[in-house]
């Protein structure tokens, strides 16, 4: 090693181990200096503060530490190592899926810290961890449903749910309430409040929870015919969703049922647009579905105001990263006529250009609003064409990345022109 290291250690007070190596960075048994940190915030003040910092050391039995903490180290060029919580631990955290380098028991060793030290003090630049699904079971199905107030997303993503569900079977299929001001638990009838989403991202805050905790988190209405996780119950609630608890909850989703609908909120601004990180992390949910989910049904009424909504829609996911053939325009409460119908499709592609998919139709029913107030599922007529629709939409994008990883440049492929994107069928449902 080329200097003192510097290890930073977080634990609650009087914990064995931290003492010990203390001792040892005094003494010099150890070549390092301790910074000692009680709490998550302090640890992340002095991460973010610039210090170099060599390695980061975590008690396993610290509260309310997790991806996020972890993900602040990484950026800062410091390795992870858990420290197990010993006896009277009642669980032991997954440290390879919340992205820690390695975990060592309670009782620690000089010349296993200084091994540690030597392999890990080059680590420079942060590596990107990604948790990976289980060997053989394939992902499920990831959809964002958006639209602005009024255009009736709500309806779409319920009537989405219920269609796929009626395919898939009603375990398989989850409807999430992401939006800060959610209405499901009102139209479905639930009659509670809790669980819902932020136990969900708190259940992966730390740890890779098994299928059966977050199916537990989750209704089952056999009348819709599919699963539903409550949403917020308080718009301020974002607060508690860190960006990297919200990618897990999402992958956790993923392991557990076939096929996971998020309605989003509309709004998708980050730091690049308005200088504000606070903003960002707002629409943290918003942002990572709008990335990664196969599709993203952007919603708008019939009319010139509707039409006008759902172009911004559209424009706003091709400018946060979304790739066309992903964003499929849907018009609620669309007019019947063929005629009239052509014309939409093809305003609409003069506005937003040929490399988005044709709209989703989706026609009114009359007495929707009473079905809503008495909690009763939606009409066949109205939710099998559109599952039917999306079913084949999404059978041929292939599964979607997160743009915010770094990709390797292809040789040769500097200075050469990408080829046309597909031009896509007219489709409604």
């Known amino acids: 090693m080329n200097g003192r290291a510097v290890i930073l250690g977080l634990a609650r007070t009087r914990r064995g181990w931290l003492g010990e190596l203390a001792r040892w960075c005094s003494t010099g048994i150890l070549p390092a200096e301790l910074v000692t940190c009680l709490s998550v915030e302090e ?27 972890v993900a602040a180290a990484t950026g800062a060029g410091a390795p992870t190592v858990m420290v197990r919580g010993g ?40 590596t990107d961890r990604r948790v990976e699904v289980d060997s053989g079971t394939p992902p499920g199905l990831l959809l964002g449903v958006l639209g602005t107030g009024g255009s009736g997303a709500s309806t779409v993503a319920m009537a989405l749910a219920e269609g796929l ?6 375990d398989a299929v989850v409807l999430v309430d992401g939006s800060r001001r959610g209405s499901h638990a009102a139209y479905h009838d639930v009659g509670d409040v809790l669980p819902g989403l932020p136990e969900l991202v708190e259940l992966h805050r730390a740890d890779r929870p098994d299928p059966s905790e977050i199916r537990g988190l989750s209704w089952l209405l056999p009348a819709h015919g599919h699963r539903l996780v409550l949403g ?42 308005t200088g504000s990180v606070d903003v960002e992390e707002r629409h943290a949910l918003s942002r990572t579905v709008s990335r990664t989910a196969e599709l993203v049904l952007a919603v708008g009424g019939d009319g010139f105001h509707g039409t006008h909504r759902l172009v911004s829609l559209v424009d706003s996911l091709r400018r946060l990263g979304t790739e066309p053939e992903r964003i499929v325009p849907v018009v609620n409460r669309a007019p019947r006529q063929p005629a009239a119908r052509a014309a939409v499709t093809k305003g ?7 490399s988005v998919r044709p709209p989703l139709f989706v026609t009114a029913r009359p007495g929707l609003d009473r079905r809503l107030h008495d909690g009763r599922p939606l009409p066949r007529s109205m939710r ?29 492929s500097l200075g050469t022109v990408s080829s046309p994107g597909t031009r896509w069928k007219d489709g409604a449902a």
């Open 87 to 126: 006896r009277g631990h009642d669980h032991e955290r997954d440290w390879e899926a919340i992205g820690c380098d390695a975990a060592v028991g309670p009782e620690l060793d000089p010349a296993e810290l200084t091994d540690l030290l030597r392999r890990h003090e080059v680590v420079a630049a942060p």
């Open 384 to 412: 099998a064409p559109l599952a039917r629709a999306v079913t084949s939409l999404a059978a041929s994008v292939p599964p979607a990345t997160n743009d915010d990883r770094p990709a390797p440049i292809r040789p040769g």
């Open 165 to 170: 569900g009626h395919l898939e079977g009603a």
């Open 348 to 354: 609409l592609t003069a506005l937003v250009g040929g």
């Open 232 to 273: 917020q119950r308080r718009p301020r609630d974002w607060v508690l969703h860190r960006p990297s608890e919200v990618t897990a909850a999402l992958d956790g989703l993923r392991r557990t049922f076939a096929v996971s609908i998020v309605e989003i909120d509309h709004d998708l601004e980050g730091e690049e647009e």
């Open 43 to 69: 640890a992340l003040a002095v991460l973010g503060a610039g210090r170099r910092i060599t390695l980061l050391m975590v008690d396993d039995t610290t509260t309310r530490w997790g991806r996020d903490l």
